[in-house]
């Protein structure tokens, strides 16, 4: 694979501060012995855009700040290190103009702003928690404050764009086959890059979570109907959702929930009936185990559909979670006699993960504390639960969890890498054909 991957360009490196072209060496001609002082000029020529040779110094002072090792004393080394930047730039570019001309991607404002806020916070870290620290950092390249935070903005819109067209090229893609010679000679060449595997554990389990009452999914249904109501009556779908919606992970951007076809993991009761509907159309009510839905098409394409919908959720009571703490129980007996977990999945959390997961023991600090002492402490084969912990919202989960392995820390194996190193290769591959596709419809003059 490539050195510099054109989208990582876009999604991290961009927010470390750079270094300044002076710090990261100067091509030959480029400036006086000595100087500091760097002679600009254009790099390449993309479509209607350019990258200048400033550019493309900056982005190795940015993988400098990152730790990466600039052969600053070998001009030969040096100039090579330029091109291969030079050529990921101009990949990124050409995505990103493919990008600009998708009609069907965009991104939001509030999603920007969102995004954005994270960084910030991010940086300040960064820089000891503070933002006058920063802020001498960011005067120290030469940009003021409202500068470095339009930039940050720009790039974040970008990065955002671009993973939303890839991640649409991915759908429309055809598959990108990976021969297992291909996977072994990455590994043989690049084992060593790999580090030490940490110590993991192994294991399965399943989430049960209190199920609403007839009478809280009756009054959801209600509150919904009072919204379909509204929006017979003309109001916005994207207004109403924003303000009656109760799944946090669309509300924000107006109910949107993307691009989906049949299969791709939607509940069977709002697939079938967003699949029923044509572009433009909004559904009734739809009931599933999550409350009272709203669905409407906004797009169609092909196989595909554009979704938004508003939830109204319907509350479980306590009386539903003592049912449900009771039959965690009974699961956890089951699974002790013998009983697959695969058993449990229909009546499972939709949000559990019921497929084998592997987490380094070092990171049980990010799971409920519940669930992280009780991984901690139990052996291999041993069956975990019912674990009670809450999940938002005043709500108790009930999980149990059967420890398949635990393994100590070591060298990675073949077989421990092989399906990542796969999946990053068809990664490559498929962005690298995209790539050359675009290329050959773009104007591209390299001059460096």
């Not at 620290?133 to 903005?153: N, T």
């Not at 901690?376 to 938002?392: D, R, T």
């Amino acid at each position: 694979m490539r050195a510099f991957a054109s989208i990582a360009l876009l999604s991290g490196l961009l927010l470390v501060p750079s270094m300044g072209q002076g710090q990261v060496g100067l091509a030959p001609g480029s400036a006086e012995p000595g100087s500091d002082a760097l002679v600009d000029r254009v790099a390449a020529v993309v479509g209607d855009s350019i990258v200048l040779y400033s550019q493309i110094m900056e982005q190795i002072g940015r993988f400098q700040a990152q730790g990466m090792e600039v052969p600053e004393n070998d001009p030969q080394a040096m100039a090579r290190l330029e091109r291969e930047v030079l050529e990921d730039m101009v990949d990124q570019l050409v995505l990103l103009q493919a990008a600009a001309r998708d009609t069907l991607v965009a991104v939001s404002d509030d999603q920007v702003e969102q995004t954005f806020a994270e960084a910030w916070e991010d940086q300040i870290r960064r820089f000891g928690g503070s933002e006058d620290q920063l802020r001498e950092a960011v005067e120290q390249m030469g940009m003021s404050m409202s500068q470095y935070r339009s930039s940050m903005r720009q790039e974040i819109r970008q990065s955002l764009l671009l993973q939303r067209f890839m991640q649409d090229q991915r759908r429309r893609a055809r598959p990108v086959i990976v021969e297992e010679s291909e996977i072994r000679e990455f590994f043989e060449r690049e084992s060593q890059r790999f580090g030490e595997r940490p110590a993991t554990l192994t294991f399965r389990q399943v989430f049960l979570q209190p199920q609403a009452s007839d009478s809280a999914r009756a009054a959801a249904r209600e509150q919904a109907e009072e919204i379909l109501e509204r929006l017979r009556d003309g109001e916005s779908f994207s207004d109403l959702a924003g303000r009656f919606s109760d799944d946090p992970g669309s509300r924000q951007q107006g109910g949107e929930l993307g691009w989906y076809r049949r299969g791709d993991g939607l509940v069977e009761e709002f697939e079938d009936a967003a699949f029923g509907l044509r572009e433009g159309q909004t559904s009734g009510i739809v009931e599933t185990p999550f409350g009272a839905h709203i669905i409407r098409v906004e797009r169609v394409r092909g196989a595909e559909r554009k979704l938004h919908h508003i939830l109204v959720a319907a509350e479980p009571t306590p009386a539903d979670e003592e049912r449900a703490r009771d039959r965690a129980r009974e699961v956890a007996e089951l699974v002790r006699e013998g009983a697959p977990l695969r058993e449990f999945e229909a009546e499972a959390a939709r949000f559990g993960l019921p497929d084998s997961v592997t987490v380094p023991r070092d990171q049980l600090s990010q799971f409920p504390q519940a669930l992280a002492s009780a991984l901690q402490g139990a052996s291999e084969g041993e069956v975990v639960g019912p674990v009670e912990f809450p999940l938002g919202q005043g709500l108790n989960v009930f999980a149990i969890v059967r420890m398949d392995e635990i393994r100590d820390a070591g060298r990675y194996s073949f077989e421990d890498v092989r399906e990542q190193i796969r999946a990053n290769l068809q990664e490559q591959k498929l962005e690298d054909r995209l790539v050359a596709r675009l290329r050959d419809r773009t104007y591209v003059d390299i001059r460096l």
